[in-house]
Nanobody, 125 residues
Framework: VQLQASGGGLVQAGESLRLSCACS????????VGWFRQAPGKEREFVAA????????VYADSVKGRFTISKNNAKNTVYLQMNSLEPDDTAVYYC???????????????????WGQGTLVTVSS
């Protein structure tokens, strides 16, 4: 299983970005997928997650109302739409696929086994 995150870049505060996470070698179908981020000098933190069928999602309080996670099983891709970006959103963003089949939108890192390489998002003020 390989995950490829893309879509990061440099934007100004208030602008938007859409991150993509593509799965190869296996599938997202039937599995929960999460997005996490890690800022310099900080631990990796939960951002958003979506359950196995795309029917429910969970968000960190810091991004609720600004970020939206979605899942396209046909394209084997998960997206993170990020609006109203703030300088505190600057981080490397990682996508991850859950271990368990038919999973819920897990918050904990330990629920995810497969991780992408990360994509850098930089938000200037």
């Amino acid at each position: 299983v390989q995950l490829q995150a893309s879509g990061g870049g440099l934007v100004q505060a208030g602008e938007s970005l859409r991150l993509s996470c593509a799965c190869s070698g296996h599938t997202f179908t039937g599995y929960a997928v999460g997005w996490f981020r890690q800022a310099p000098g900080k631990e990796r933190e939960f951002v958003a997650a979506i359950n196995w069928n795309g029917g429910s999602a969970v968000y960190a309080d810091s991004v609720k109302g600004r970020f939206t996670i979605s899942k396209n099983n046909a394209k084997n891709t998960v997206y993170l739409q990020m609006n109203s970006l703030e300088p505190d959103d600057t981080a490397v963003y990682y996508c991850a696929r859950s271990v368990r089949l038919l999973g819920s939108p897990y918050v904990g890192k330990n629920e995810y086994m497969y991780w992408g390489q990360g994509t850098l998002v930089t938000v200037s003020s």
